[in-house]
């Protein structure tokens, strides 16, 4: 039998939860109402508050039925990060909808930017009211390199949706570079998968020492990208004169993106080698 626990909507997260219900859901309408784009970039915006609004509506009635505590998952670990992907996602579209179809003259699409606005404060609040604090017992998604991992695939997924075929299908050296930026992100998506599900027990190595090395090789290779995407992607191709958001812009995109996850990378490897070798387990 199905009981209400009406309390969880109560509480400051409840509350926080259904102001993200809310606001993403304005801000597709908005965007759904003023039009429509083939860009991938559009198909991004939409996606993110789409989905937002459905996982944070499906959180919301399994804790309000507490049909939570019968799903096969690390519930705190899915919330958590959950929460940090969604605030990623929802930061990446309230810069990329404006900056491409946001103008003046157009009062729905500046509506449906402060929408996702404020959608990203909110998002943003829950990551603070679900994340680890320091001597707390947590799942590893609620730790710094747990919600790093999160960072790290997110990060992937705005370079995946700014690749040009037409440019890396012309140069190894940019399909190598697009062969990284997969491989990382499956492993960081394993990664994810496996705490959420509970099936980190099933690893036959110690865990840690699993993640530091594959930290270290990330880091390893995304440096071989940092410098082999941008030697062939601008190689011999200028900015067109009459450029305005066209796959050259992408291009820099990827790039920028590419040094950042880099930067990420290295910041989880440092956390990872610092939990490994300097703390001993009490």
């Known amino acids: 039998m199905v009981t209400l626990d009406v309390r969880t909507l109560m509480v400051p997260l409840g509350v926080v939860r259904m102001l993200e219900v809310v606001l993403s859901c304005i801000s597709f309408s908005l965007a759904a109402s003023q039009g429509h784009s083939n860009s991938s970039y559009w198909a991004w915006c939409m996606f993110t508050w789409c989905f937002c609004c459905f996982m944070t509506l499906l959180i919301l009635i399994l804790e309000l039925t507490n049909l ?8 705190d670990d899915f919330t958590t990060a959950f929460a940090m992907l969604a605030t990623l996602m929802v930061l990446a579209a309230s810069i990329i909808y404006p900056t491409f179809y946001a103008r003046i003259g157009f009062p729905r699409a500046i509506a449906a930017t402060v929408m996702s606005c404020l959608c990203f404060v909110v998002y943003g609040a829950e990551v603070g009211l679900t994340r680890a604090r320091p001597g707390e017992i947590s799942g590893f998604l609620s730790t710094v ?17 700014s690749l040009d075929s037409n440019r890396y299908l012309q140069f190894s050296g940019l399909q190598w570079c697009v062969a990284i930026y997969s491989l990382c992100f499956i492993f960081a998506l394993i990664i994810i998968l496996f705490t959420i599900c509970r099936l980190l027990s ?5 865990f840690d020492k699993v993640l530091t090395g594959y930290n270290i090789l990330a880091v390893l290779m995304y440096m071989t ?22 796959s050259w812009d992408g291009l820099v995109v990827v790039s920028f993106m590419t040094c950042i996850n880099l930067i990420v990378y290295i910041v989880d490897t440092v956390y990872s080698v610092r939990l490994v070798f300097f703390i001993t387990p009490a």
């Open 225 to 246: 990208a940092v410098v082999i995407w941008p030697l062939y992607a601008f190689k011999n191709n200028a900015r067109p004169p009459n450029c305005n958001h066209c």
């Open 68 to 75: 939570n505590a019968k799903v096969p998952i690390s519930w």
């Open 202 to 206: 099933l690893f036959p190595f110690s």
């Open 145 to 161: 390199p747990g919600l790093l991992k999160v960072l790290e695939a997110f990060v992937a997924c705005i370079i995946f949706i």
